[in-house]
């Protein structure tokens, strides 16, 4: 194998390795056993690459609210204040939320000025024009709106759960974010499984086909303007929620799928948050396991909760942690010998 193509499996394998906290030793011990002695170029060029590569994890933890159906004047008022005197966000932490489309503008102008705005959903159309009814990914945009979710499952399973028209399919959900990007929008893209989907095995089948549809549509380049919600179906507003180990298990997946199907850059850089009956009791727990980034919360967006927590965010993203991690696979490629062999230290 040429010390180029050597260079991009240490790279990627190095990220697998840090996903899920395999000693890349090994892997290294292959390459070098392949390059001369006095390879010092080649052996700068490997760290450059890694370092450059574990600096693409640098972000902020991401906390979004869906407000759903939901809100009076008078309580959307009331909540609007609850926010706006929820004392000091972490600076880690990006926050978002997703009011009616009736209450966007109220709430924008009301709120404060580090919590963002999202539209809960985006037409399929495009534009301006006869089109009554339909609130477009630009006419969100032209209204100073950069956020959107796209594939919440209560939109995915509308006909199953009300009856209403069709149940929206995953080629509409990645035409809906391919169009908010275009437009200059962010995605919040909501992925995740039933009960029975889960019952019979098939969780990651169901969200890696969720999200075949968005890699299909969308560049690379543009998944750093994706945020993705692993939400099962199943703890959607039923009081019921992952554990930290089941919701960790998917997220680490995911981010292997992210890995193997776009890349390294993408598989680091990508948050991906939980969601589903998240509140103040669970959110410590789930933010502790390293692949969840964040939350999308439903009913506790609607009450002093939510502050309590994106309070549960630590003070710091962990690049600091992943760097570290780097740092370690840098001194490991300066310890191996030509022989393959890691020196004493």
């Known amino acids: 194998m040429s010390f180029s193509k050597s260079v991009y ?40 690459h890694i370092q450059r590569t574990m600096a693409a994890t640098g972000n902020k933890f991401f906390v979004g609210g869906n407000w759903k159906l939901n809100g009076t004047r008078e309580s959307i008022e009331a909540l609007v204040n609850t926010y706006n005197n929820g004392g000091k966000f972490p600076s880690s932490v990006e926050v978002v939320v997703a009011p009616t489309a009736l209450h966007i503008g109220y709430v924008q102008s009301k709120m404060r000025p580090d919590v963002a705005m999202c539209a809960q959903n985006v037409s399929s159309d495009s534009g301006f024009g006869a089109l009554t009814g339909e609130l477009t990914a630009d006419l969100f945009k032209a209204w100073g709106i950069n956020w959107t979710i796209a594939g919440h499952s ?21 035409k809906k974010t391919k ?9 919040i893209v909501c992925i995740g499984e039933t009960l029975a989907d889960r019952e ?9 086909e969720q999200l075949t549809f968005i890699k ?24 019921l929620s992952a554990s930290p180990e089941q919701a ?3 997220h680490a997946s995911l981010r292997r799928w992210l890995l193997t199907n776009l890349n390294s ?34 009913g506790c967006s609607l009450k002093s909760d939510f502050m309590e927590i994106i309070n549960c965010c630590p003070p710091e993203w ?23 062999k890691k020196s004493k230290q």
């Open 9 to 48: 499996k240490y790279c990627i394998d190095t990220q697998f390795n840090l996903i899920y906290n395999i000693d890349s030793t090994t892997v290294l011990r292959g390459i070098f056993k392949n390059l001369n002695r006095n390879s010092q170029f080649q052996r700068l060029s490997l760290i450059h």
């Open 154 to 174: 209560e939109r995915r399973r509308r006909k199953q759960i009300r009856g209403l028209g069709h149940d929206e399919e995953s080629n509409s959900v990645a």
């Open 179 to 187: 169009h908010a990007l275009n437009c200059g929008m962010k995605v």
């Open 200 to 208: 019979a095995g098939t969780t990651l089948n169901v969200c890696f």
């Open 216 to 239: 299909e549509t969308i560049s690379v380049e543009e998944w750093a303007r994706i945020v993705i919600a692993y939400e099962p179906v199943w703890a959607i507003g039923t009081g």
């Open 248 to 250: 960790q298990e998917v």
């Open 265 to 298: 850059e993408v598989a680091s850089a990508t948050r991906i948050i939980y969601g589903g009956s998240v509140k103040p009791t669970n959110a410590s727990a789930l933010i502790a396991c390293p692949d969840i980034d964040g939350f999308l919360v439903g």
């Open 318 to 340: 962990d690049s600091t942690a992943r760097s570290e991690l780097g740092k370690r696979a840098a001194n490991d490629i300066q310890s191996i010998g030509a022989d393959g």
